[in-house]
């Protein structure tokens, strides 16, 4: 077993908030040269560029997780990561079908673009991503479980569109994998006693919209292979796997 580098929320030129040259190339360019040995793609409400993405990864030597930053229908965002792209696509089929019927308003929101792997832009998607999608929070862990995938609470210490900001807690009982804090905030002592507490540890991701947040790593997982199964084992502190990170 050893520490990878990791880094589980990243944004592309699908999402509408991040930067259009978040692409393929330069977003593994700059994490191999920071270091990263672990991503996870996670647009908004979509996987649709996951793909590239992991084709580009696989060149580079980097490991890839198709995932996706999942808007409830309480407006809490969750990180959710899967093994295989096809259960990361049978996910976006549910979240699709739970989505208003409506169109992005780009000139508002910004542009959805949708790339390959040589950072070409091969067309857009239509439908508004940003808004919460029909799927209660319980109903989005089970929907992923179900899929063999994780599901993190982003960041957590944020007012907005998180758990914390919703409810001030982590109610009992919902089946998380694992919670996500922010690199740059403030450790709130009683959210992480209610983190310990749940028996999950937390991971400090980017939640990179532009390249330049992709610096230093600052969290790392101590695990055999770089698998959804060992991360599981991780954020429990289970069969000597552990996360570890730095501020
Ligand atoms: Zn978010
Ligand atoms: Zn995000």
Redesign the pocket.
């Known amino acids: 077993m050893r520490e990878w580098a990791m880094d589980l929320h990243i944004h592309t030129v699908l999402s509408p908030c991040a930067a259009d040259d978040m692409l393929p190339s330069a977003v593994m360019g700059r994490a191999r040269e920071a270091g990263l040995e672990i991503l996870a793609i996670t647009d908004h409400n979509s996987v649709e560029n996951a793909a590239a993405f992991l084709e580009k990864g696989h060149e580079m030597g980097i490991k890839v997780f198709p995932g996706m ?1 999942l808007q409830t229908k309480e407006d809490i ?1 969750l990180v959710c990561l899967f093994e295989q792209l096809e259960n990361a696509l049978q996910f976006q089929e549910t979240v699709y079908a739970k989505l208003p019927p409506l169109k992005n308003k780009k000139e508002a929101l910004g542009e959805q673009w949708l790339v390959d792997a040589h950072d070409q832009k091969v067309g857009e998607v239509e439908r508004l991503l940003l808004v919460g999608a029909a799927l209660t929070l319980e109903e989005a862990v089970a929907s992923v479980h179900l899929l063999q995938g994780l599901c993190i609470a ?2 957590l210490d944020r007012q907005a ?1 998180s758990l914390w900001g919703y409810l001030g807690t982590i109610p009992p009982g919902l089946p998380l994998d694992g919670v996500e804090l922010t690199p740059h905030l403030a450790r709130d002592p009683a959210q992480l006693a209610k983190i310990k507490a749940e028996g999950f540890a937390y991971v400090v991701s980017s ?1 990179a919209h532009y390249l330049s947040d992709l610096t230093t790593p600052r969290c790392f997982a101590y695990i055999k292979e770089a698998t959804l199964a060992e991360l599981k084992l991780a954020l429990r502190h289970e069969e000597g796997r552990s996360i570890r990170t730095i501020r």
Do not use: V
């Open positions: 930053e965002h982003s960041h569109f939640d």
